[in-house]
């Protein structure tokens, strides 16, 4: 005679036949196992060996059904799914992409200043011939890591390399880290200025290695309509951001020099920028000991100032922590971290309120002890005083120093 089994996932009835010896079936219904009591021939009651058997179903009692519906067994799996989503999510983007996990819902930045060391390197590749050999004899390299690595904070730049001329023992030359200049400290710069040569030239015919290097964040400049463009605005801000505002690029720079650049003595390297690229210039020197003395020509050091016209509140979906984040980046809030020569230029004819901001910050770094020099230059009608007047300033000043 048939038997009758209830399924204790789904509720379903099932009929097995007796001649069905198995432990347990496949429920037709859902299609988990199902455990089926078993018909058990007990030991003889008596001792005659011939006498017949009693027949009984096995007392073990059968488990409780358990309805569980499909929507629920789905919903499981969607939020084990979500959550693979999300860790694989931040795994891409790298343990220490400055934010956008760790400062969600933070206003402060402070704890995050170091973590730029301990994130991922980018394979360097070797120098190959030169690209270009002027006059002077200086030679001039072009390397580009997104080549030969994966997406990441730092791990797609760009370096332009100005070798001094002549043959130069191992560890015999001084190096200049230079950033691009032209960002709007809310977004990274590629190389592609055109005016490039006019602040790397004169420290590479000074007899300087000079590295020009990318910062992480760079805006494209095709986006016509106005979502395009907000949207291309907030993909660069979020990677100028998890690069640290360019400090990852930097000490990347530093690395590639000590990797590749073997004529390049590891303790004489130094950072200098115009504008954007002099703030950038100030935040690498602010937090890496390896670099010895920083030149900064017309820099913004009071980033959160400089944006404060921006509606945070109406900018939020572009600029995440957008407040913390210029307080974060602006060196005038961190004097205490400089313990190297700084070298200040600005020029008299800039804005009268970034002037200010320049002196103020040369006057704190001298209370403080810190060897600084500030020159200011006034020359009607010459927007370029920088490179007239700062930049020669500059070139004397750093062969003076350790």
Not at 80 to 103: C, D, P
Not at 154 to 172: A, D, E, N
Not at 297 to 315: C, F, K, N, T
């Amino acid at each position: 005679m048939p038997r009758t089994v209830i399924c204790h996932h789904c509720g379903e009835q099932l009929t097995i036949s007796n001649d069905q010896d198995a432990c347990s079936v496949v429920c037709s219904a859902c299609r988990e196992r199902v455990y089926v009591p078993q018909l058990i021939a007990r030991p003889p009651t008596c001792l005659d060996p011939n006498a017949p058997q009693a027949v009984h179903f096995d007392s073990r009692p059968e488990p409780p059904p358990r309805i569980v519906s499909r929507t629920k067994r789905n919903k499981k799996w969607l939020r084990k799914f979500s959550i693979a989503v999300i860790l694989l999510s931040l795994a891409t983007m790298g343990f220490g992409t400055f934010g956008l996990w760790r400062l969600a819902g933070t206003d402060d930045f402070s704890s995050e200043r170091d973590f730029f060391k301990v994130m991922p390197l980018p394979q360097f590749p070797s120098l190959d011939s030169p690209t270009r050999r002027l006059a002077s004899g200086v030679q001039i390299y072009e390397v580009d890591t997104a080549l030969i690595n994966s997406p990441g904070p730092g791990k797609h730049m760009q370096f332009r390399i100005f070798m001094p001329h002549g043959v130069h023992p191992p560890r015999s030359l001084r190096c200049v880290l230079i950033p691009p200049s032209g960002s709007n400290l809310l977004s990274g710069a590629p190389l592609d200025r055109a005016d490039y040569f006019d602040e790397c030239l004169p420290f590479a015919e000074a007899g300087m290695a000079v590295v020009h290097y990318s910062l992480d964040g760079a805006a494209r400049r095709d986006a016509t309509d106005s979502t395009s463009k907000e949207g291309e605005q907030a993909a660069a801000y979020l990677a100028f951001m998890k690069a640290q505002a360019g400090i990852v690029n930097g000490r990347n720079a530093i690395e590639f020099v000590i990797q590749k650049l073997p004529q390049v003595n590891p303790k004489r390297i130094y950072v200098a920028g115009h504008g954007s690229a002099g703030t950038a210039a100030l935040l690498l020197t602010s937090q890496d000991n390896r670099i010895r003395g920083c030149i900064a020509l017309s820099p913004i050091v009071d980033v959160e100032s400089y944006h404060a016209s921006i509606d945070s509140r109406r900018s939020q979906r572009a600029f995440p922590s957008l407040r913390s984040f210029l307080k974060y980046t602006s060196p005038l809030h961190y004097p205490k971290d400089f313990q190297v020569p700084i070298f200040l230029f600005h020029a008299r004819d800039d804005s009268a309120e970034q002037f200010g901001s320049t002196q103020q910050f040369a006057r704190v770094l001298e209370s403080l002890g810190v060897d600084t020099i500030f020159l200011s230059h006034l020359e009607r009608g010459n927007s370029d005083s920088f490179k007239t007047y700062g930049i020669p300033q500059a070139v004397q000043w750093l062969k003076r120093i350790p």
